[in-house]
């Protein structure tokens, strides 16, 4: 599926106003949502409650035309540009993955084998930022407090909590898929907090994919998306069809934990342990800014997966609202609401199925990558 790349940004700050030069924020969150498109804000307006997107709405600043220009908007050059405020060309994630000259090799943009995974003994732990070669906003918040600012970051994937952190931030935590568990590299870390340990222990991503997904509201009610049994979705493993309700017997029995990606409880969890680290590791509890950022992959999961016109997709938006409506909530209890700084936006848009466009009689279709291959190569 190709993107677009329309970003959004919504900065909520309650006392933006009264900041006086000396007086800094506690705490800021950035919020990254995969995949998230502008129209998103418009096209669930009416289905959000009013503690989640529409709070940052309305007692935030909305920016609708704030972008990079660059290409390719894919999850890691996003990501990197939202935290580095500069293009791939300078900071260097050109793309999720790219080809090395030298080696003839490809290169993922955030591995690294000359760390060692911690939490893990997985491939997924060889991760860092040596391949960003500009600071982040964090990096540059740790150089002015000479480390006194706390710097993290969460996610499920690797690249969206690595990249926004940067490299002398305290710790990117992401999902490993084979243990269940988050996890981190060396280049953070020597172990993973107790905290942490506790947290994984928890074994939750088991846990949400007991209950399964089922919408929240009536189905009838999702007017905003195409019929639920429509032929421009994927079904998961060993589903006929791509209908709710969804359960994950199948893949717990196999222990693939990695469906959870593509669930909303993806989404939950990343809210859970961003909750946990900002509890454990006292972020804005002190006289310096601490960051923490938090980026949300399940949308961007279950856009590719079902489409960005499918009952799954708004389901999955209304739920997010609801986290990030907690989140909010314990923002306000545990920092204060006068005391953080928060923004939210996201890494890259996403197009619609060609298909569907297709079948709505709209000028689309599909670059068959080998015919693609073949022409260009007789044309030169
Ligand atoms: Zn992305």
Redesign the pocket.
Known sequence: MSRFKFFLLILISYSFGSYSQKKAPKLVIGIVV??MRTDYIYRYWNRFGDGGFKRLVNDGFFCKNTHYNYVPT??GP?HCSIYTGCTPSTHGIIANDWFMKETGATQYCVSDKQVKPIGTSSENGYMSPKNQLTTTLGDELKLFTNGRSKVFGVALKDRSSVLPVGHAGNAAFWFDEETGNFVSSDWYVKELPGWLNNFNAKKLPKQYLEQGWNTLYGIETYTNSIADDNKYEAAPNKKPKPVFPYDYKAQLTENKLGILKATPWGNTITKDLAIECLKNEQLGKNDVTDMLCISYSST?YVGHAYGIRAVELEDVYLRLDKDIEELLKTLDTEVGKENYVLFLTA??GAADVAAYLKDQKIPAGYIKEKQFNKELKTFC
């Open positions: 995969d995949q894919y999850t996003g961007d890494d890259h």
